[in-house]
């Protein structure tokens, strides 16, 4: 199939008007979070829970060692490099266009300690669709930002991130999976994003060379959000 026939929700995408609200925002897990702070700690858990599964059954990389380096892509204020991504690995970088945000990373008090220890890597302050990595990765950890590209940029973005993928390491995407009752993503004008279909991303992947080697879904959030799925993808 071609996954980009199945809705027209990603043709009003603006990624002009989506700098302009995520610029607008708090810097804060609340802004991030669409006013759902409280929906991290459950996240963050579900995150690392997810990860440490796909590791115990990992020959290269088992539990027990950080990981030499990951990448947070569309971070935010940093909130999954922060409460997961800097626990599991040696360095993070750091993927996201509006620098208000990576301030937070770069010279927030939060971030003081990683930054000390040197375990805060790049910061690319660019968009996913203009990103290229200057790093390979075991991990590359996308979540709650795929839905500002349209279909035809994340595929390309998911074939260009491959190739800096270690051997044997993973593409985690973890995003609001649309509960649209006729299977149509669903377009939000708030922050100019797409919420896709579980199917929708099937079909991204499949067509990106992609496999799902673990995929579930997030348990315990608030019963009137969109269900969060993550997926571990491999190269075919
Ligand atoms: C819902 S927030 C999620 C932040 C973070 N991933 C988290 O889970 O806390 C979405 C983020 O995507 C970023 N973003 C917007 N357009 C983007 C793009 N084209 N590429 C990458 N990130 C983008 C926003 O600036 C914002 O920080």
Request: negative net charge.
């Given at each position: 199939?071609?996954?980009?026939?199945?809705?027209?929700a990603?043709?009003q995408?603006?990624?002009?008007?989506a700098l302009?609200?995520?610029?607008?925002?708090?810097?804060?897990?609340?802004?991030v979070?669409?006013?759902?702070?409280?929906?991290?700690?459950?996240?963050?858990?579900g995150?690392?829970?997810?990860?440490a599964?796909?590791?115990?059954?990992?020959?290269?990389?088992?539990?027990?060692?950080?990981?030499?380096?990951?990448?947070?892509?569309?971070?935010?204020?940093?909130?999954?490099?922060?409460?997961?991504?800097g626990?599991?690995?040696?360095?993070?970088?750091?993927?996201?266009?509006?620098?208000?945000?990576?301030?937070?990373?770069t010279?927030g008090?939060?971030?003081?300690?990683?930054r000390?220890?040197?375990?805060?890597?790049?910061?690319?302050?660019?968009?996913?669709?203009?990103?290229?990595?200057?790093?390979?990765?075991?991990?590359?950890?996308?979540?709650?930002?795929l839905?500002?590209?349209?279909?035809?940029?994340?595929?390309?973005?998911?074939?260009?991130?491959?190739?800096?993928?270690?051997?044997?390491?993973?593409?985690?995407?973890?995003e609001?999976?649309?509960?649209?009752?006729?299977?149509?993503?669903i377009?939000?004008?708030?922050d100019?994003?797409?919420?896709?279909?579980?199917?929708?991303?099937?079909?991204?992947?499949?067509?990106?060379?992609?496999?799902?080697?673990?995929?579930?879904?997030?348990?315990?959030?608030?019963?009137?959000?969109?269900?969060?799925?993550?997926?571990?993808?491999?190269?075919?």
């Amino acid at each position: 199939m071609d996954a980009s026939s199945a809705s027209q929700a990603d043709a009003q995408i603006d990624a002009t008007a989506a700098l302009e609200y995520w610029s607008s925002i708090p810097p804060s897990n609340d802004g991030v979070l669409g006013g759902y702070p409280q929906v991290s700690r459950v996240d963050l858990q579900g995150s690392t829970t997810f990860l440490a599964k796909l590791r115990r059954k990992s020959s290269r990389y088992p539990p027990g060692k950080l990981l030499e380096r990951t990448v947070d892509t569309g971070a935010g204020i940093g909130r999954v490099t922060g409460g997961f991504l800097g626990k599991i690995a040696e360095k993070v970088d750091i993927v996201e266009p509006v620098v208000q945000l990576t301030d937070v990373v770069t010279k927030g008090d939060t971030f003081a300690e990683l930054r000390s220890k040197g375990r805060i890597g790049e910061i690319y302050n660019v968009g996913l669709e203009d990103w290229t990595p200057t790093h390979t990765y075991p991990l590359i950890w996308n979540q709650w930002c795929l839905g500002q590209l349209k279909d035809a940029a994340l595929l390309e973005y998911f074939q260009r991130i491959t190739k800096f993928l270690q051997p044997d390491g993973w593409i985690v995407v973890k995003e609001n999976m649309s509960t649209d009752l006729e299977g149509l993503d669903i377009f939000d004008e708030v922050d100019s994003s797409v919420t896709r279909t579980d199917k929708k991303f099937r079909a991204l992947f499949q067509e990106a060379g992609l496999k799902i080697v673990a995929t579930e879904l997030q348990k315990g959030l608030p019963k009137e959000l969109y269900p969060v799925r993550s997926y571990a993808l491999q190269p075919v």
